[in-house]
């Protein structure tokens, strides 16, 4: 009886062992680019629109623009909501007022950059273009959501 106890125990220290080496050999997930999903936006946008090659770099130009021009934005909301937090905390009222602006005025340039992004998407477009692109609704950089919203379209994540 001890023998085999003994014997279980090794067996189970070993399972363990080679558990935590494969769980500790695992690479942990990499975030892709901006890059890499502006081409992956553009290569759904060719499949669904038939873009041409032009169009393929002004719609990654325009998605680039747009990447560039929210992430400030991004850091700077941050910023504000980190603001509006601590002068709740601290019953601030004024400091409220002025984070819940800055708020308010950085959700308005998120808003202007995307629609500016649209709006460019869309004139560079064929009308035949333009009636499949309206039909396909809010995805990326076609909505309000947006491009660092998910990435949706058809077949991927909303």
């Known amino acids: 009886m001890t023998y085999k106890r003994v014997l279980m125990g090794i067996v189970c220290a ?15 997930p990499t975030r892709p680019t901006p ?10 946008y060719t499949t669904l629109l ?10 990654t ?23 509006l937090r601590t002068a709740v905390e601290n019953n601030d009222t004024a400091g409220i007022s002025a984070a819940a602006t800055q708020i308010g005025n950085l959700t308005a340039q998120e808003v202007q950059a995307h629609a500016t992004a ?17 039909q396909l609704g809010p995805i990326g950089m076609g909505g309000p959501r ?13």
């Open 14 to 28: 070993a399972l363990s062992t080679a558990l935590m080496n494969a769980q500790s050999s695992q690479v942990a």
């Open 35 to 44: 890059e890499a999903m502006i081409a992956k936006q553009v290569s759904r």
């Open 50 to 59: 038939s873009l041409d090659a032009g169009q393929q770099g002004k719609a």
């Open 61 to 83: 130009a325009l998605l680039l623009a747009e990447h560039n021009a929210t992430a400030t934005l991004r850091s700077s909301m941050r910023t504000a909501q980190q603001a």
């Open 118 to 134: 649209q709006a460019g998407f869309a004139a560079m477009l064929s009308p035949a273009q333009q009636a499949t692109y309206k």
């Open 146 to 158: 947006g491009m660092h919203a998910g990435w949706g379209g058809p077949g991927g994540p909303r």
